[in-house]
């Protein structure tokens, strides 16, 4: 049974840092895509950020680029999400997913989630 189990999510305050951990367990995820989304309340599941199977390749959307960096360590099955200069209109629930095959921007492509983690921004 395939596992997805974010941590690190919690209340910071605008201009911080804050670093996400996805553990991922039940299958071997090579040639996986591993990703991050997030969802507001009231709002849609939104990209944050895809990473390719072998960490060569990296995506990130628009509202996060510039800020976050995402990595796999292959290893251990985890994914990090390093998210910088918080904003309040970051607050959201972060969510792990897998996709076997390359990067996708669609919640729909992903095939494997975590329950998430809250992240709350401050002002």
């Known amino acids: 049974q395939v596992q997805l189990v974010e941590s690190g999510g919690r209340l910071v305050q605008a201009g911080g840092s804050l670093r996400l951990s996805c553990a991922a367990s039940g299958r071997t995820f090579s040639g996986h895509t591993m990703g991050w989304f997030r969802q507001a309340p009231g709002k849609e599941r939104e990209f944050v950020a895809a990473?390719?199977?072998?960490?060569?390749?990296?995506y990130y959307g628009d509202s996060v680029k510039g800020r976050s960096t995402i990595s796999r360590d292959n290893a251990k099955n985890t994914v990090t999400l390093q998210m910088n200069s918080l904003k309040p209109e970051d607050t959201a629930a972060y969510y792990c997913?897998?996709?076997?095959?390359?990067?996708?921007?669609?919640?729909?492509?992903?095939?494997?989630w975590g329950q998430g983690a809250q992240v709350t921004v401050s002002s």
């Open positions: 990473v390719w199977w072998s960490g060569s390749s990296a």
């Open positions: 997913a897998a996709r076997y095959g390359s990067p996708r921007y669609a919640a729909s492509d992903y095939s494997y």
